[in-house]
Every structure is written in structure tokens, then in C-alpha cells.
């Protein structure tokens, strides 16, 4: 059964960062490229970031970009979110997905809630 597992959400005062992780399970973590995708209260989904299977490749959203960064351990099974600079506008629930294509998905984690105020 495929899991995956978010953490390290929370509040965050504007311009601090917070690190999150997805724990994944029941499938060949390394052989899949992963996502970062987010829902902000009362919008549709974002893309926000992905990675390629190695880790070698990386992409952005324009409004993360140099400010967000996607890693993966696939020694621990473990795709990350380093999230600085934080903004108001950057207050959602944040799921990690696997991918099957670009920008196609076939598993979801429960997501973790970032609310960014002061």
C-alpha cells in the first residue's frame, strides 16, 4: 500500500522558514519523480515544485522560485520542502504526490497545514 506522510507544518511569522517532509512507503521511492503541490483556503491547487527520481533535476513555480527548495533522500525514503522567506500568501495545506507524468499524479498525502501570519 502506498503512503505518503507530511510534517513539519505549523505557524511561521513572514520571513521565517519552516521544513517539511514526506515520509513515502510501498513503492520504489527512488525510481519516481516527486511533487510539492499546495491548496490555499478557499482556492484550487498549485503546483509548487518537483523533482526528478535521482534529485539531479528540480523545478519551481515563479512564485517560490528562490525562496523554496526540493530535496529527496532516497536512502530514507524522504522527499523535502525547504520553505524560507515566508509570505502571507504562502499560507496552505501542502501535499507531496507521486508522479506518474508531469504534472500527473497518482497518490496524495493527507497534506500539512502553513499558515504564515503575524
Known amino acids: 500500500e502506498v503512503q505518503l506522510v507530511e510534517s513539519g507544518g505549523g505557524l511561521v511569522q513572514p520571513g521565517g522558514s519552516l521544513r517539511l517532509s514526506c515520509a513515502a512507503s510501498g513503492f520504489t521511492f527512488s525510481s519516481y519523480a516527486m511533487s510539492w503541490v499546495r491548496q490555499a483556503p478557499g482556492k484550487g491547487l498549485e503546483w509548487v515544485s518537483a523533482?526528478?527520481?535521482?534529485?539531479?533535476?528540480?523545478s519551481y513555480a515563479d512564485s517560490v522560485k528562490g525562496r523554496f527548495t526540493i530535496s529527496r533522500d532516497n536512502a530514507k525514503n524522504t522527499l523535502y520542502l525547504q520553505m524560507n522567506s515566508l509570505k502571507p500568501e504562502d499560507t496552505a495545506v501542502y501535499y507531496c504526490?507521486?508522479?506518474?507524468?508531469?504534472?500527473?499524479?497518482?497518490?496524495w498525502g493527507q497534506g500539512t497545514q502553513v499558515t504564515v501570519s503575524s
Open positions: 504526490a507521486k508522479n506518474v507524468a508531469i504534472r500527473v499524479y497518482d497518490y
Open positions: 523533482i526528478n527520481s535521482g534529485g539531479g533535476s528540480t
